[in-house]
């Protein structure tokens, strides 16, 4: 069974850092491409942040200099250190494993975590 358990969102103040997290179980973690996504109310989901199996980083414009994206293959786990937050960072963060095998022989599947909500106030 695949999870995707993302931690670490709260409340803030513009200018703070928060710094997500994200243990995935259930799939090849090394393997896979790993992103952070938000959604903000009444917007559509969008990339934060990607991360590659080989350490390979891209970052949304908006995010860029603040964010930083960085993975544990030994611990399953995903990270995105928010810094220098702003009120229009205020969403909801996924977690997405892309790309993903649960097994060697098993084809690739996108999977997603369930989410957790970043509030900056200003």
């Known amino acids: 069974q695949v999870q995707l358990v993302e931690s670490g969102g709260g409340s803030v103040q513009a200018g703070g850092s928060l710094k997500l997290s994200c243990v995935a179980s259930?799939?090849?973690?090394?393997?896979?491409?790993m992103g952070w996504y938000r959604q903000a109310p009444g917007k559509e989901r969008e990339l934060v942040s990607s991360?590659?199996?080989?350490?390979?980083?891209d970052y949304a414009d908006s995010v860029k200099g603040r964010f930083t994206i960085s993975r544990d293959n030994a611990q399953n786990t995903l990270y995105l250190q928010m810094n220098r937050l702003l009120p229009e960072d205020t969403a909801v963060y996924y977690c997405?494993?892309?790309?993903?095998?649960?097994?060697?022989?098993?084809?690739?599947?996108?999977?997603w975590g369930q989410g957790t909500r970043v509030t900056v106030s200003s």
């Open positions: 997405a494993a892309e790309r993903c095998r649960t097994t060697p022989w098993a084809s690739r599947q996108d999977y």
């Open positions: 259930g799939i090849i973690f090394s393997g896979c491409r």
């Open positions: 991360i590659s199996s080989g350490a390979t980083t």
